[in-house]
């Protein structure tokens, strides 16, 4: 599974974008594909998978997307810094 943080997320159309740990690439969402209950909110530091784009020509978006547990905390911080962000 792939780490990173909500950097975008339009509530009302129920897509955004998540900036994946490691690479810094923003990966495309949409609530349809995370698991259930799932509620993003900018910021919130998940996990994800990749599956095929929702149109060609378009890259893979993020699938499966999950809270992460453990050291949640730790890489929220860390990415939001990146971000410029004041995770305190």
Do not use: C
Request: aromatic fraction near 12%.
């Amino acid at each position: 599974m792939r780490k990173g943080i909500v950097v975008l997320f339009h509530r009302t159309r129920g897509w955004g974008f998540i900036r994946e740990e490691k690479s810094g690439v923003e990966w495309f969402f949409h609530v349809s594909n995370a698991v259930p209950n799932f509620a993003p909110e900018l910021g919130a530091a998940v996990e994800f998978e990749l599956g095929p784009p929702l149109r060609l020509g378009r890259k893979d978006q993020a699938t499966n997307i999950r809270y992460l547990s453990d050291g949640a905390w730790e890489l929220q911080k860390k990415l939001m810094q990146t971000l410029g962000g004041g995770a305190n």
